[in-house]
C-alpha cells in the first residue's frame, strides 16, 4: 500500500514539474505561496529535518544543552564585539529590521541572534529551543530558562520564522509532536503572534481544526490560507463528515467571548484586544479601529491583530461618521457616550 502511494506521489510530482517556478527559486524568498507552488515547498519542508548532529555549530550545542553560562557568554561577546562599531546616538531597539550598525550593542547582538538558523528548514532560535524541549525533556526546564533569559534579558524577538514562514509560537500551540503550552505562553507573553500565516498562507488554527480534540488558542478562525480555505468553514465540513462537535463548539465559544469583548469595548470598560482578548498594560496599548473606534486591538507596530481580524470586523465595522449622523438622527447624544475613554 505505501508503494503505491509513493509511486503515485511521484506520477503527480513528475506531471507538476514544469509548473510555477522551480524549488531553488521558491528558496529564495519568503512570500506566502499556492497551488504547486505551496504543495513543492510542503513537500521539501516535510522531507528534510535539522539534525542536531550534522547541522548545530558551536552555539547551537549551548542551546540544545540548556547551557545558560555558555549563552550569556556568548552574548557578552556579540554585544562587545558590536561595542567596537557602535555609533554615537544608537536606537535602542529591539529590532528585526534596522541596520546593525545603527543599534546599541545589546540590540544588535540580540538582532544576531534573532537572524540565526540551523538545518535545510532554517530552524530559529526559538524554533531550535522548542525542537530540543521535545528531543531532550528531561532537559527541558534548562531550554525554558535560556528562552526566558533572551526574552527578558538579551530582548531577542521571538517572532522569527523558519522556512515554511511558521514562527515558534505555531509550532507550540498546533499539534502534537510540537504541542507546547507551557513554552508557548512564554512566546506569547513576550509577544508571538498567534495569527502568523505561514508560507502556505495557513495559521496554527488550520492545524488544530484537523484534529480530533480541539484545544483553545486564542487564534482567530476567520483566515483564510492562500487556496481560500477558512477554519470556521473546515470545522463545519468536519462536523459534518467526522463528527467533531467540540471543535465547532469550541468556535462558537469563541464567538461568545468576542461578543462580550466588544459589549465591554463599546460600554468603555475593559480594555482588550478584539481578536485574542490581551489586556493592555504599559508594554501593549490599546489602539482603536480607525473606522467605527470601537473595536480595540493589539499595537499594530507589535501584533498584527487587526488586520488578522479584519474579514470578521468588517463585517460589523460602522464607518464612525456615518454611525453618529444615524445617531444624530435619532436624536441621540452620541460621540461622549459612545466613545468614552481610549
Given at each position: 500500500?505505501?508503494?503505491?502511494?509513493l509511486?503515485s506521489?511521484?506520477q503527480?510530482?513528475?506531471a507538476?514539474?514544469?509548473?510555477?517556478?522551480?524549488?531553488?527559486?521558491?528558496?529564495?524568498?519568503?512570500?506566502?505561496?499556492?497551488?504547486?507552488?505551496s504543495?513543492?515547498?510542503?513537500?521539501?519542508?516535510t522531507?528534510?529535518?535539522?539534525?542536531?548532529?550534522?547541522?548545530l555549530?558551536?552555539?547551537?550545542?549551548s542551546?540544545a544543552?540548556?547551557?545558560?553560562?555558555?549563552?550569556?557568554?556568548?552574548?557578552?561577546?556579540?554585544?562587545?564585539?558590536?561595542?567596537?562599531?557602535?555609533?554615537?546616538?544608537?536606537?535602542?531597539?529591539?529590532?528585526?529590521?534596522?541596520?546593525?550598525t545603527?543599534?546599541?550593542?545589546?540590540?544588535?547582538?540580540?538582532?544576531?541572534?534573532?537572524?540565526?538558523?540551523?538545518?535545510?528548514?532554517?530552524?530559529?532560535?526559538?524554533?531550535?529551543?522548542?525542537?530540543?524541549?521535545?528531543?531532550?525533556?528531561?532537559?527541558?526546564?534548562?531550554?525554558?530558562?535560556?528562552a526566558?533569559?533572551?526574552i527578558?534579558t538579551?530582548?531577542?524577538p521571538?517572532?522569527?520564522?523558519?522556512?515554511?514562514?511558521?514562527?515558534?509560537?505555531?509550532?507550540?500551540?498546533?499539534?502534537?509532536?510540537?504541542?507546547d503550552?507551557?513554552?508557548?505562553?512564554?512566546?506569547?507573553?513576550?509577544?508571538?503572534?498567534?495569527?502568523?500565516?505561514?508560507?502556505?498562507?495557513?495559521?496554527?488554527?488550520?492545524?488544530?481544526?484537523?484534529?480530533?480534540?480541539p484545544?483553545?488558542?486564542?487564534?482567530?478562525?476567520?483566515?483564510?490560507?492562500?487556496?481560500?480555505?477558512?477554519?470556521?468553514?473546515?470545522?463545519?465540513?468536519?462536523?459534518?463528515?467526522?463528527?467533531?462537535?467540540?471543535?465547532v463548539?469550541?468556535?462558537?465559544a469563541?464567538?461568545?467571548?468576542?461578543?462580550?469583548?466588544t459589549?465591554?469595548?463599546?460600554?468603555?470598560?475593559?480594555?482588550?484586544?478584539?481578536?485574542?482578548?490581551r489586556?493592555?498594560?504599559?508594554?501593549?496599548?490599546?489602539?482603536?479601529?480607525?473606522?467605527?473606534?470601537?473595536?480595540r486591538?493589539?499595537?499594530?507596530?507589535?501584533r498584527?491583530?487587526?488586520?488578522?481580524?479584519?474579514?470578521?470586523?468588517?463585517?460589523?465595522?460602522?464607518?464612525?461618521?456615518?454611525?453618529?449622523?444615524?445617531?444624530?438622527?435619532?436624536?441621540?447624544?452620541?460621540?461622549?457616550?459612545?466613545?468614552?475613554?481610549?
Open positions: 500500500m505505501e508503494s503505491a502511494v509511486a506521489l511521484r503527480h510530482i513528475q507538476t514539474s514544469h509548473q510555477g517556478r522551480p524549488l531553488s527559486e521558491l528558496l529564495k524568498t519568503n512570500e506566502i505561496l499556492k497551488g504547486v507552488e504543495q513543492r515547498l510542503r513537500t521539501f519542508f522531507s528534510q529535518c535539522m539534525e542536531p548532529g550534522r547541522d555549530d558551536a552555539y547551537g550545542i542551546l544543552k540548556g547551557d545558560l553560562a555558555q549563552v550569556k557568554a556568548d552574548f557578552a561577546r556579540r554585544v562587545a564585539r558590536h561595542a567596537a562599531v557602535s555609533p554615537e546616538s544608537p536606537v535602542a531597539g529591539p529590532s528585526t529590521t534596522e541596520a546593525p545603527k543599534l546599541t550593542p545589546e540590540a544588535a547582538a540580540a538582532q544576531e541572534l534573532y537572524r540565526l538558523t540551523w538545518g535545510p528548514t532554517r530552524v530559529p532560535i526559538y524554533g531550535l529551543l522548542g525542537v530540543m524541549r521535545i528531543i531532550y525533556p528531561e532537559r527541558g526546564a534548562q531550554h525554558f530558562a535560556v526566558r533569559w533572551l527578558q538579551a530582548k531577542v521571538v517572532n522569527a520564522p523558519d522556512l515554511s514562514g511558521t514562527l515558534a509560537i505555531s509550532h507550540a500551540i498546533s499539534t502534537k509532536p510540537g504541542l503550552t507551557e513554552y508557548g505562553q512564554l512566546l506569547f507573553d513576550a509577544g508571538g503572534d498567534l495569527n502568523n500565516r505561514n508560507r502556505y498562507g495557513g495559521t496554527a488554527a488550520h492545524e488544530i481544526s484537523q484534529i480530533w480534540t484545544k483553545d488558542p486564542a487564534v482567530s478562525v476567520d483566515i483564510a490560507d492562500s487556496d481560500g480555505m477558512v477554519v470556521r468553514y473546515m470545522a463545519a465540513r468536519l462536523k459534518t463528515s467526522l463528527n467533531v462537535p467540540g471543535l463548539a469550541l468556535i462558537a469563541s464567538d461568545r467571548d468576542r461578543a462580550a469583548r459589549k465591554q469595548s463599546e460600554d468603555g470598560g475593559r480594555s482588550c484586544c478584539a481578536l485574542g482578548g489586556d493592555a498594560d504599559e508594554t501593549m496599548p490599546m489602539k482603536r479601529c480607525g473606522r467605527c473606534k470601537v473595536a486591538y493589539c499595537d499594530p507596530v507589535v498584527g491583530c487587526q488586520k488578522a481580524d479584519w474579514p470578521h470586523h468588517k463585517k460589523n465595522c460602522v464607518k464612525v461618521v456615518d454611525l453618529a449622523e444615524g445617531f444624530s438622527f435619532l436624536g441621540t447624544k452620541f460621540w461622549g457616550s459612545f466613545l468614552g475613554s481610549s
